[in-house]
């Protein structure tokens, strides 16, 4: 493993207005230099958190995907962030963890926000996905997904974890800033790995305010990198191996984890 470069947007959204959203975000990015590995963008960052699916929605070959491959290949980096995916008449609020080469994967979100009739609108993922880079294991996931431990469990065996970080992308609003940021933590704390949480900032155009307080939390449970609320920012965190795997060695509460399985 090698140290690990972070980089979180956290950004206000424009509601409903695409190509001025990727214009945004493109202008903020343009300045940074190569040093970063990782782009982490708010969830469905070129749209706002909106259930208008047949208007927005894009097959992996439309504006968004593309965007997201031209600024791959720019920074020389991964970049992340979801948008709404269309197959037939099915959607999916999916992430996509698009390479500087072009080539992707992706994770269509879990947990549907049913207080903001997402589950009336998108179709539930399936599957979580476990994504290699520079030697660590990382698992990318979606807002509300943060409330549901049993799937963001982390499991140890043969001496190897499942995975060494977990990012959160989210739309998440600022009435509930304060959940936000103890289950970050907790997530850091009880699967012995990094989070990243990034979130947006601004009011969306169903009158939803977001605070952002996006952040990254050590194993430990303490803040390694964070925002000033309301306020449009990037930032790098750099993601120390030894102070993860020492960590580890020192307090593997992972030996004495349950075993369970989803059904």
């Given at each position: 493993?090698?140290?690990?470069?972070?980089?979180?947007?956290?950004?206000?959204?424009?509601?409903?207005?695409?190509?001025?959203?990727?214009?945004?975000?493109?202008?903020?990015?343009?300045?940074?230099n190569?040093?970063?590995?990782i782009?982490?963008?708010?969830?469905?960052f070129?749209?706002?958190?909106?259930?208008?699916?047949?208007?927005f929605?894009?097959?992996?070959?439309?504006?968004?995907?593309?965007?997201?491959?031209?600024?791959?290949?720019?920074l020389?980096?991964?970049?992340?962030g979801?948008?709404i995916?269309?197959?037939?008449?099915?959607?999916?609020?999916?992430?996509?963890?698009?390479?500087p080469?072009?080539?992707?994967?992706?994770?269509?979100?879990?947990?549907?926000?049913?207080?903001?009739?997402?589950?009336?609108?998108?179709?539930?993922?399936?599957?979580?996905?476990?994504?290699?880079?520079k030697?660590?294991?990382?698992?990318?996931?979606?807002?509300?997904d943060?409330?549901f431990p049993?799937?963001?469990?982390?499991?140890?065996?043969?001496?190897r974890?499942?995975?060494?970080?977990l990012?959160y992308?989210?739309n998440w609003?600022e009435?509930?800033?304060h959940?936000?940021?103890?289950l970050?933590?907790a997530?850091?704390?009880?699967?012995?790995?990094?989070?990243?949480?990034?979130n947006?900032?601004?009011?969306?155009?169903?009158?939803?305010?977001?605070s952002?307080?996006?952040?990254?939390?050590?194993?430990?449970g303490?803040?390694m990198?964070?925002?000033?609320?309301?306020?449009?920012a990037?930032?790098?965190?750099?993601l120390?191996t030894?102070?993860?795997?020492?960590?580890?060695?020192?307090?593997?509460?992972?030996?004495?984890?349950?075993?369970?399985l989803?059904?």
């Amino acid at each position: 493993m090698q140290d690990l470069r972070i980089t979180m947007v956290q950004s206000d959204i424009a509601w409903e207005q695409t190509l001025k959203n990727l214009d945004n975000f493109g202008r903020k990015l343009e300045p940074m230099n190569k040093a970063q590995d990782i782009v982490v963008l708010p969830e469905m960052f070129a749209t706002g958190f909106t259930m208008n699916v047949k208007k927005f929605a894009e097959d992996m070959n439309g504006t968004v995907p593309e965007w997201m491959r031209k600024i791959a290949a720019t920074l020389n980096c991964v970049i992340t962030g979801s948008f709404i995916y269309r197959n037939d008449d099915v959607f999916y609020n999916r992430l996509v963890w698009m390479r500087p080469d072009g080539s992707y994967e992706t994770y269509d979100k879990k947990h549907l926000f049913r207080f903001g009739n997402e589950h009336n609108f998108f179709t539930a993922g399936t599957d979580k996905i476990i994504i290699e880079l520079k030697g660590w294991n990382i698992c990318p996931m979606i807002c509300y997904d943060l409330r549901f431990p049993a799937w963001a469990k982390n499991t140890y065996a043969n001496d190897r974890f499942l995975y060494d970080v977990l990012i959160y992308i989210a739309n998440w609003p600022e009435a509930r800033k304060h959940h936000w940021e103890i289950l970050l933590k907790a997530r850091a704390v009880e699967n012995l790995c990094y989070v990243v949480g990034v979130n947006r900032v601004g009011r969306d155009g169903r009158g939803t305010s977001h605070s952002g307080n996006s952040m990254i939390i050590s194993p430990k449970g303490k803040m390694m990198g964070s925002f000033e609320e309301n306020n449009e920012a990037i930032t790098t965190v750099l993601l120390d191996t030894d102070q993860l795997i020492q960590y580890r060695k020192k307090f593997n509460v992972a030996l004495d984890w349950d075993n369970f399985l989803l059904q």
